[in-house]
């Protein structure tokens, strides 16, 4: 029976990738062993953690300025840790979507937090492109990608401030200029691996600011000293996400995903403004290539279109439950196979109920 999964996270893995990490629960590289029964101090671990990272670097075209971290407590903990390891007064947000306004609730445990544009007064349904930041704040925050409304940034600005990047949900998914980021975190669930992991990537310099005493796990230096085996990191999600990045790296990396990921989500946006019965209602400039958010114009049909795609295998296309409607989160894994058939529902829903 064919699934379409269209979660928002966790979610969509490649089917390869899936199988492999399956494998290796039963047995870690035919050694008769699981993975998850193998020390994170093994040279079989150090092979997958390193391979790991410089893939991560590969992918990103980054060099050696910057260290990869595998940290737990997803992004919310790194929603925390940002301004703690790196905010000395005052630090630039756009609140661009609830994650953003999460982050900038932590920041302000630690210091004073300019916000320099906010979405909230119209449902973060659009992102601008001019707003100023000042020279003096000690890093610039942003939300590549609003995985709840469904807008994505498409352009970052150009600033000698550090910037910050919650790139959660479309990490690896488009071409970008990654040198212009100072620390990106992501949590893997979203678009690499399993949940319980958030890639951090570090420009080294930026850590040579701190001022206060930070707590050994919260300390990115003290991760980057011991060579990001600190504690007991998350060995299987670390492992699923080297398979991941490997899928990439065969596929011919991420400019040829970005080509599928606006292949894909044309289709659907394409699909729903044409479509009588449904609506975005997102700025197009902003509209996401991974979260993709719509509505019935009449609410009154709602039973019947659940009834539907819940009938045809259609899984996880619920919104967020903060918004309601509906939300079909298309990242790198999710096969065009799955679109089509989506957009064959609706037209199919149109049909019957226009
Ligand atoms: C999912 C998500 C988060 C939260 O991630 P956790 O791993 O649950 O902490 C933060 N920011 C964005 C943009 C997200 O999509």
């Not at 940290?71 to 661009?96: I, R, S």
């Not at 906010?118 to 942003?142: A, Q």
């Not at 279109?305 to 079909?328: C, P, Q, S, T």
Request: charged share 25%; with cysteine.
């Amino acid at each position: 029976m064919k699934i379409h999964n269209f979660n928002a996270g966790p979610s969509v893995l490649p089917k390869k990738v899936v199988e492999k990490s399956a494998k290796s629960i039963i047995s870690f590289n035919e050694s008769g062993i699981s993975l998850l029964e193998i020390s994170h101090r093994s040279l079989d671990f150090m092979e997958i953690i390193e391979k790991t990272a410089s893939l991560v670097k590969r992918i990103t075209n980054l060099n050696d300025d910057y260290a990869i971290l595998f940290l737990q407590g997803g992004a919310t903990l790194q929603f925390a840790m940002v301004p703690y390891n790196l905010m000395n007064k005052e630090a630039a947000y756009l609140d661009t979507g609830i994650w953003a306004h999460n982050a900038v609730k932590e920041a302000e445990n630690f210091g004073k937090v300019k916000i320099l544009f906010s979405g909230k007064d119209n449902n973060y349904t659009y992102i601008p492109e001019n707003y100023h930041i000042p020279d003096k704040v000690d890093y610039f925050h942003c939300t590549s990608n609003n995985t709840i409304v469904g807008t994505q940034m498409k352009s970052f600005p150009i600033t000698y401030v550090p910037i910050v990047c919650d790139m959660s949900s479309d990490i690896f998914s488009r071409k970008l200029n990654f040198r212009q980021f100072s620390l990106i975190y992501a949590s893997a669930q979203k678009n690499v691996s399993s949940s319980g992991m958030t890639i951090v990537i570090i420009k080294k310099e930026i850590l040579e600011k701190i001022k206060r005493n930070i707590p050994s796990y919260l300390d990115y230096r003290i991760h980057i000293k011991n060579n990001g085996i600190l504690n007991t990191p998350n060995v299987f999600s670390i492992y699923t996400s080297m398979l991941t990045l490997e899928w990439i790296e065969r596929k011919g990396g991420i400019s040829i995903l970005e080509e599928e990921n606006e292949h894909k989500a044309k289709l659907l946006y394409d699909e729903i403004d044409n479509n009588e019965l449904f609506e975005n209602r997102i700025h197009k400039n902003n509209r996401s290539n991974m979260n993709v958010s719509f509505f019935l114009k009449k609410k009154s049909l709602e039973k019947e279109f659940n009834k539907m795609w819940i009938k045809e295998n259609i899984v996880g296309l619920d919104g967020h439950r903060l918004l309601g409607g509906y939300r079909a989160s298309i990242y790198n894994a999710i096969p065009i196979e799955s679109i089509l058939f989506l957009i064959e529902i609706m037209k199919e829903f149109e049909k019957r109920f226009a």
